[in-house]
């Protein structure tokens, strides 16, 4: 137990804004659930072991959890430079014939439950100059916009794309990025699809965003068949 607390309370010291300390949270906390109900199973101490789990749930509901998508939002826009557009921006290029061209920065099986209308899927790892041989002939000819779950790894991917694009052609005009993602999309009810047509399930990227996502009904970790 002061191993867990010790631990605990070195992560409460981890940025909010770090992504990837969150994700490492969640799935310590996975691990450590199941690690404590072997404990518990092997030496018939279940009052102990399953103290130790609600102290884990405690962790990861309270002061070493993320912040709410707001807060998320504003942190995001407040460490980047990319531009952060809001749901009804988007709505309102989507709404022009060749207003907007949209990317996925989600992993494949994300991207099959749900995505944006028109969205092009691209993995978060892509190297910019990858991604600007791909796709550099739209760049000043339509508005280019990133999205993720909740915008940190479409905005880390702008911020990378933006950074080669200005040393290399410094007319185009800057990608931008959905503020507060397919998450927030989804909240306020907009339109997505899928390969089957229109959907409103979401792919939550793991239990633990999951609780960002309003209406539950809604997560899915794979296509509806």
């Not at 996975?30 to 399953?50: D, E, F, M, P, Q």
């Not at 884990?56 to 998320?72: E, N």
Request: net charge positive; proline share 6%; aromatic share 8%.
């Amino acid at each position: 137990m002061p191993t867990s607390m010790a631990t605990c309370q070195g992560r409460r010291q981890i940025n909010a804004r770090s992504q990837s300390a969150h994700v490492a949270l969640a799935r310590d906390g996975i691990t450590g659930l199941k690690v404590l109900r072997r404990s518990a199973l092997r030496s018939g101490r279940l009052y102990a072991s399953w103290c130790g789990v609600a102290w884990l749930l405690l962790c990861l509901s309270t002061g070493c959890h993320a912040s709410s998508l707001d807060q998320i939002e504003a942190d995001i826009a407040a460490a980047s430079p990319v531009a952060q557009l809001s749901s009804t921006e988007v709505t309102a290029l989507l709404a022009v014939p060749q207003g907007v061209v949209l990317f996925d920065v989600r992993d494949p099986e994300e991207f099959a439950v749900s995505h944006l209308p028109g969205a092009i899927r691209i993995d978060p790892n892509l190297a910019p100059a990858a991604f600007i041989q791909a796709y550099g002939h739209v760049f000043g000819q339509q508005p280019v916009v990133f999205y993720c779950s909740v915008g940190r790894r479409s905005t880390a991917l702008a911020e990378r794309v933006n950074a080669l694009s200005a040393t290399q052609a410094p007319s185009t005009t800057p990608v931008a990025n959905l503020r507060g993602g397919i998450f927030r999309w989804a909240n306020e009810a907009r339109p997505l699809q899928n390969a089957r047509g229109e959907t409103k399930l979401v792919h939550p990227y793991s239990f633990y965003w999951a609780r960002l996502l309003t209406d539950k009904k809604q997560i899915r970790y794979a296509p509806q068949n």
